[in-house]
């Protein structure tokens, strides 16, 4: 059997980009078929009320205290306090949003940003995010 060694990497990877909500580190690199960050958010913050038309994700409490909003079965959005070290799978189209009692970090486990964030509601004043958009962001 032979294998393509060229997609073997020994380098560690991160990306920091800056966030008005605080941070994300981007810790898979772009050959990778899955996308794993690191979310920081400052006390009080929260990033967009959104949905993503593709995308599928988990979200993971690793330290401080946040709040997840989710919307449920029911089309209700229900504000959970989040618990330390457990997941939360986020459905395409599924309305979420995160927002930081205390400093936190959040770890994120998706498939590959595809498609289309929709910001239902955004405190930043920030627009829908497509692929486009998170192409220029990594350059």
Request: glycine share 4%; with cysteine.
């Amino acid at each position: 059997m032979n294998q393509d060694k060229s997609l073997f990497k020994i380098t560690p990877f991160s990306q920091r980009i800056e966030k008005p909500w605080g941070y994300e580190i981007i810790f898979t690199p772009e050959i990778s078929p899955i996308a794993g960050k690191l979310l920081h958010i400052n006390a009080q913050a929260r990033f967009s009320l959104q949905y993503h038309d593709e995308k599928q994700e988990t979200l993971f409490l690793a330290s401080g205290r946040a709040n997840i909003i989710i919307e449920n079965e029911s089309g209700e959005l229900e504000t959970i306090e989040m618990e330390p070290q457990k997941g939360y799978y986020i459905a395409p189209f599924q309305k979420h949003r995160c927002q930081a009692i205390t400093d936190c970090d959040i770890l994120e486990a998706s498939t590959k940003e595809k498609g289309t964030t929709v910001r239902i509601e955004d405190d930043y004043k920030r627009t829908d995010e497509t692929e486009e958009d998170r192409k220029s962001l990594r350059q």
